[in-house]
């Protein structure tokens, strides 16, 4: 497998009501290629939003759910979550504003 790129760690943000109250802490929810790690996650939130320190990764890994129709039973895709809390000298990231 080839080496994983900035831009296809980051797959996109989670918006929910417990991602948006964290907000106010500089915490922020993205879905994220599983097989990154915390160091790839962390370079990555700094490389693609310019102005953000980040102090710590938190990382969540879920599994996929079962599924089934009728008798055929399948598993949804796997997920990885990472809540990146940015330090308090870090600019907020800009696709969060005015949500």
């Known amino acids: 497998m080839a080496a994983l790129q900035y831009y296809d760690i980051i797959l996109e943000p989670v918006l929910t009501e417990k991602s ?7 915490k922020y ?3 994220v290629n599983p097989q990154a790690n915390k160091t790839q996650i962390k370079e990555a939130v700094e490389k693609m939003f310019e102005g953000t320190k ?13 599924k089934r129709r009728g008798q055929t039973v399948g598993y949804t895709a796997k997920i990885k979550k990472a809540v990146v809390t940015l330090t308090e000298d870090s600019k907020d990231i800009e696709i969060f504003q005015g949500l």
Do not use: E, I, P, Y
Not at 54 to 66: D, E, M, P, Q, Y
């Open 29 to 31: 929810t993205f879905l």
């Open 54 to 66: 980040v102090s710590k990764v938190n990382t969540l890994n879920a599994a996929g759910t079962r």
């Open 20 to 26: 948006m109250n964290m907000m106010g802490d500089k």
